[in-house]
């Protein structure tokens, strides 16, 4: 059974699906609203919390997004973008995956939706059906063109993330990109077509000519970087032969469940180090091992 919540899941907000399309009930909560600023997609955080601040004049041409409610309140992001370095007093605008590590389940994952829909609204600003500029609507889960009515809406894009297992030994590959030493789960985009086992199938045979037999979904996780969700599975192997492709990833290794449960409680003294717990790939390698 997992402890360790994952970061970015467990979003507790109510977000009014069907009320939020009424322009009228929209404004009512707005008057009533608290807004969580973000700047250079980063959000305000203050002593280990992300900071909901009431609303302010100067935000009228700032891009708002609505949340959701949380009980009665309702909750809604602010991108102030373009306004140099607002909110001097009330806090620290911090990168999302720094804050991850700091703030608390319910903080990292209503901010974690706000990132991904101010970030959404940042890069479909124009229709991409006919050019024209497109206008938000629905609280921000919306975009409307009104050149030729083409609706638009916030994507998010399907990835997989496994671990592949034969017996007691787990395969972690180690992408050119990582930090020295990083090993992790492997991880690709669903390609159109693909069901998630296909691409999980592809991807180990792609990164390292791996051979899969089953593959059992494990869980989720929502990743605003910019707007994924990693689809966490295990991966039967049929052989401990693989070849890496040279290309992405430059070394895999297999490990027992001993040395992961070693390294996971710092056992092992080396430079080999495995993800975080903000990570669904560290879930994949922790619950596997029992850890």
Request: hydrophobic share 45%; with cysteine; charged share 25%.
């Amino acid at each position: 059974m997992r402890v360790t919540p994952i970061a970015f899941a467990g979003n507790p907000l109510d977000r009014a699906g069907l009320e939020r399309a009424d322009p009228a009930w929209l404004a009512a909560r707005k008057i009533a609203g608290l807004f969580l600023p973000f700047w250079q997609n980063r959000p305000l955080v203050r002593a280990d919390r992300v900071v909901f601040l009431g609303w302010r004049a100067e935000w009228e041409t700032c891009q708002c997004v609505f949340l959701g409610l949380e009980g009665t309140q309702p909750l809604f992001a602010i991108d102030l973008d373009g306004v140099s370095e607002p909110l001097p007093d009330e806090g620290t605008f911090t990168e999302m995956r720094a804050a991850a590590f700091v703030l608390p389940a319910r903080d990292t994952a209503i901010a974690g939706q706000a990132k991904a829909l101010l970030d959404w609204h940042k890069r479909h600003g124009f229709c991409p059906n006919c050019g024209h500029a497109t206008e938000p609507m629905d609280g921000g889960y919306r975009r409307l063109c009104p050149a030729c009515s083409a609706e638009h809406f916030p994507r998010t894009d399907p990835v997989v993330i496994m671990l592949p297992l034969l017996g007691d030994r787990c395969l972690v590959g180690r992408n050119k990109r990582f930090p020295p030493g990083f090993y992790s789960a492997f991880a690709g985009f669903v390609e159109p077509g693909e069901s998630m086992e296909e691409a999980v199938r592809r991807e180990l045979m792609e990164e390292v000519n791996l051979k899969i037999g089953a593959v059992r979904y494990h869980a989720t996780q929502p990743w605003p970087f910019p707007s994924s969700l990693m689809l966490g599975c295990y991966a039967d192997a049929q052989t401990t032969d693989f070849r890496t492709d040279g290309h992405e990833i430059e070394d895999a290794r297999w490990l027992t469940k001993d040395e992961v449960r070693a390294r996971l409680a710092n056992g092992i003294e080396d430079a080999m180090k495995l993800p975080m717990a903000i990570a669904i790939a560290h879930h994949l390698i922790r619950d596997w091992a029992g850890a």
